[in-house]
Each structure stands twice: as structure tokens, then as C-alpha cells.
């Protein structure tokens, strides 16, 4: 059996050998690939290896990317370190992931799983991974500043807000935009593990999230990472709802 790495920690990648030397032998690790380039590189020379063990975070950015380039019909077990966002991605698609450090057994989990899959259950697999990595793109809106449209990915958003029926979003940098829509509609495009609607003004960033102080009746201020032009409260009836999300 023949398998690819690809993994940007020389001690991680170097460990995981280790592993699969140990209790897969059988295993032949053709290439160890460091980057999303090297990877969509490789891959493009058309040999397809029986499996792949995938980084999310490469030094040059999402593996995803990697998706956007060439098609990876091999089973894949993405390894990584805990992101709630990714491993909610994971569950809901039914997808085999190993968090690192990796742990002999559940490196023999994962590999004993794939490998026992008939044909037809590998390519139901491969499905949904390319669902998976749809699902997972970035999102981006388009801001306007005067004449121009700014087009702002979702990782850089800290909070969305609305006041006076003009909602604006605020970047990780401080930098605010206004944009088209509304909160709700915003909502319903961003909600998720990244996002939460915490009243009628804001839609806040789990990434933007600071820290939290209990106050007057049972509710909750957010406190982010970023100035906010008003205090974020979360109403007591909405205050167990956020704190299951956040955790």
C-alpha cells in the first residue's frame, strides 16, 4: 500500500512514519509534501497513491486549496491540532480525522477503518470529503469604500453590526466596512462554529471572542478582541445557547 504525507512539521511528519512503520509495514510513505504548492505539484504528475495523510494548516496556507487545483480520488485522514471548526466539519461529514500529536491507536483506527472499506464504500468516502471541502470554502462578501468593492474574506471578520438600518462589518485590524443586507440574512450565511448572533446588533467572530463578564440578570458581556462602537450583551434566554456554542 502506498501512501502520501503531507504535513509542514518535519518532527510531525518524521513521527507519523514512525507510527505506520511500526503497525502498518505494510505501508510504503511515497512522498512527504510540505506545502499546498508541492502538494498541488505532485499530484498534478497523476500517480494516486491508496492513501493520504493531510495537514490542514500547510505553512502556505488551508489544505483545502489544495481542492481548488487537482482532484485527490485516494482516501484521505486529515491530521490535526484541535480547531473546533474543522472538527465540526469532520463530524458532520462523517470524515475520519486524527488530532495531533498522533497516538498509535488512533492512527490503527483510522487506517483499520479505511482499509476494511469495500470499493464502493471507499468512493461514497471520497464523496463526501469533496462536500466536505465545498462546504469548508471561505466565504467572502463584498465591502463598497466610495467607488470600489472590496471583496473581505471570512477569517478576517471580527463582528458584523447594524444601527440606524446600515450594517457594517469590522476586520480583525479594525478597519470597518459598510455592506449590502441585513443581520438576519448575514446570519443565515454565516452561522456555524465561526459565528453567533448575539442580540439584534451584532453577529460576532468565535476567533474575536476575548473574554466574557456575567452581568445584571443572569446575562452575559462579550468582550472581543477588537473596539466595538456599543457593549455586546447576550439576554439571559440566549446566555446556555452561547456558552454550548463557544465551548
Known sequence: M???IIEDETAAARNLKVLLASSFPEIDVVATLESVAESVQWFEKGDVPDLVFMDIHLADGNAFRIFDKVTIPSPIIFTTAYDQYALEAFKVNSIDYILKPIKQQELERAVGKLTSLTHSALGDY??????????SRPKTILAHIKDRIVPIEESEIAFFYTSNEQVTLTTFEGKTFPIDGTLEGLYGEFSGAG????NRQFIIARKAIKDISVWFGSRLAVNLSVEVPERIIISKARASEFKSWLS
Do not use: C, L, P
Not at 471520497?126 to 462546504?135: D, F, P, S, W, Y
Not at 459565528?195 to 448575539?198: D, G, L, Q, V, Y
Open 2 to 4: 502506498r501512501a502520501v
Open 126 to 135: 471520497t464523496k463526501r470529503i469533496g462536500q466536505m471541502v465545498e462546504q
Open 195 to 198: 459565528f453567533f448572533r448575539a
